[in-house]
């Protein structure tokens, strides 16, 4: 083969990254360069019930996934051929499948489609608390606390209130999980979602049976982990025999397509911005979506309580990961907004502009000020605890719930813009407060890179490096998300050797947003003391 021959071969060579967060499904073809050439996306349903049951369907989201893919395809119009793997990110989920692959109801609705128990679903808080009671000592790897979000209490919550569907349950997926075994049969697991969320010890390669016998789930342990994984693979190891000819058709892709071993969607997100500068330890990753995730790199484990992790080889292979962040972060901002009064008109204009509230109010809020950091001033008197979900780091309490302090009588849409500036600051102040607690532990950081939904918006970005005091980076891919599950397809279909390989040829810095140093810096500093206050506050009052 000519030079010019291999060129051409290189320039032909594609990978598609799938993303499926809370609200949407996305899938994004890339060139090797790490050029993104099509995108292709569809909202999901989320079903939600009294208390705190929110549900989703796999048939539906694996449905979605497929005609997004084939979209992305075509829309690029590359020959198929020429995609040389397939990389998958979601959100960590519980899906439930019985015999053959069968949907299981995994709520009091008995809706057979609904057979994931969504990772914001928190109807597992007492079990959580029963397992945290016991202290078993792989709870040290993951905070401290085990989250009512991951899936050993969510299983066992399962198993005391619909027993018949936890005895009919041939397997448990997380749900990037689920999608790459749909895709080629493969029931391999991957290290980023069993160590993350269902304290799989990856630094030792093993489960404990211990902890699963302790708190009242050994039947799990005595089947050789047969229904969770017995096969548990780094992030970007191809699967099977490459794609099922069955998902090929669905996908417009070719049977054999190479899959690669997934990852949560916050780690994806991880995975396509840390490489910026080429040192991960230096950078923190920030996933700002419908929750927030805070993704810090160590050569060394660092315990930080209340701070989920340290994981081993969950995110960058072969060093460890601490995760933090907030539940509730776009949702916080969703939740907020929807109180005001002005909101459903508010809406309504954004929506007759195309764009969504957040946008709307953003653009709103950068037409008063001369610089995007001077938007403090706008929230002047309004202070936001975002915690509608809890508290994620670094205090682990799902129980932590908001506080919107400043309220007047305001109904209009200046008061509405204050108001969301201030949520925004609230969610920069726990960035802030995560980033000290971590660096008090060892776990030091440098800058911030930002990923995900809402921190695609510049006046965010630079809200959020003016609260949190740290330079907020943002990397040249549109879709650092989609560009991370890109980055696993690359690996599985042999473009790269490994994924720090791959992470440092696709990952580049395209701008930096620094914390203001004027007197606004002062104003932030007052705020967070604020913040801290109010935060406090509600912790002392949550049971009266
Ligand atoms: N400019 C903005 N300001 C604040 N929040 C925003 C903004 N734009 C989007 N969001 C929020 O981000 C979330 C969607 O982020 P995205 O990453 O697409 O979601 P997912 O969690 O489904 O991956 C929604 O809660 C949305 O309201
Ligand atoms: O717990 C997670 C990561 O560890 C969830 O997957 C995540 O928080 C949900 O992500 P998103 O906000 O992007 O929908």
């Not at 020429?82 to 692959?101: K, N, P, R, W, Y």
């Not at 508010?346 to 000020?369: E, N």
Request: a negative charge; proline letters at 5%.
């Amino acid at each position: 083969m000519s030079g010019h021959d291999n060129l051409n071969h290189a320039a032909q060579r594609y990978v598609i990254g799938v993303d499926v967060g809370t609200g949407s499904a996305r899938a994004g073809l890339f060139d090797l360069n790490g050029n993104m050439l099509s995108v292709s996306k569809r909202d999901i349903s989320l079903f939600r019930d009294a208390g705190s049951v929110v549900e989703q369907s796999s048939t539906e989201i694996w449905i979605a996934v497929c005609d997004i893919v084939r979209e992305a395809v075509a829309l690029a119009g590359v020959d198929p051929a020429h995609v040389i793997g397939l990389g998958f990110d979601a959100t960590c989920s519980l899906v439930v499948l019985g015999e053959g692959g069968r949907s299981l109801a995994v709520g009091p609705s008995d809706a057979p489609h609904r057979d994931i128990v969504v990772w914001m679903d928190h109807r597992a808080v007492k079990q959580a608390e029963r397992i945290n009671e016991m202290g078993h000592e792989v709870l040290r790897y993951v905070g401290g606390r085990i989250s009512p979000e991951m899936q050993t209490p969510k299983l066992l919550w399962l198993k005391e209130n619909r027993p018949h569907i936890f005895d009919a349950a041939w397997q448990f997926f997380d749900l990037a999980d689920f999608l790459t075994w749909k895709s080629t049969g493969d029931l391999a697991r991957s290290t980023c979602t069993v160590t993350c969320k269902w304290t799989y010890l990856a630094h030792e390669q093993r489960w404990d049976p211990s902890y699963f016998e302790q708190i009242g789930l050994g039947n799990l342990a005595e089947d050789a982990f047969a229904r969770i994984g017995q096969r548990i693979v780094e992030p970007g190891t191809p699967l099977g025999q490459g794609l099922l000819q069955e998902a090929a058709d669905l996908m417009g892709l070719l049977p054999g397509t190479a899959v690669a071993a997934g990852m949560i969607d916050a780690h994806a997100g991880g995975i396509g911005t840390v490489g910026v500068g080429g040192k991960p330890t230096s950078n923190m990753a920030y996933v700002f979506g419908t929750s927030s995730c805070t993704m810090t790199s160590t050569e060394e484990p660092v315990f930080v309580p209340g701070v989920w992790g340290p994981y081993y080889s969950a995110m960058v292979p072969g060093i460890w990961l601490n995760e933090g962040g907030q539940s509730a972060a776009g949702a916080a901002i969703d939740q907020l907004t929807s109180f005001h009064p002005a909101a459903a008109e508010a809406a309504q204009l954004a929506s007759s502009q195309g764009k969504s509230l957040p946008a709307l109010l953003a653009d709103h809020a950068l037409q008063q000020v001369s610089h995007p950091s001077d938007v403090v001033a706008l929230a002047t008197g309004y202070h936001v605890v975002p915690e509608f979900l809890g508290n994620r780091a670094p205090f682990a309490d799902p129980h932590a719930r908001a506080i919107i302090a400043g309220l007047g009588m305001e109904r209009d849409l200046e008061s509405l813009v204050a108001l969301y500036v201030a949520g925004l600051c609230g969610i920069g102040y726990g960035l802030r407060q995560i980033i000290d607690t971590q660096a008090g532990s060892g776990a030091v950081v440098e800058r911030v890179v930002i990923s995900g939904g809402a921190g695609s918006n510049p006046l965010v970005r630079q809200i959020l490096a003016d609260a949190s005091r740290k330079p907020v980076t943002t990397i040249s891919a549109q879709e650092p998300v989609l560009l991370g599950s890109a980055i696993l397809g690359s690996v599985a279909g042999g473009a790269f050797s490994n994924v720090r390989d791959a992470m440092d040829a696709l990952s580049r810095v395209a701008d930096e947003y620094l914390p203001v140093e004027n007197e606004l810096e002062e104003r932030h500093n007052s705020r967070y003391e604020a913040f801290l206050r109010l935060q406090e506050t509600a912790r002392v009052i949550q049971s009266s």
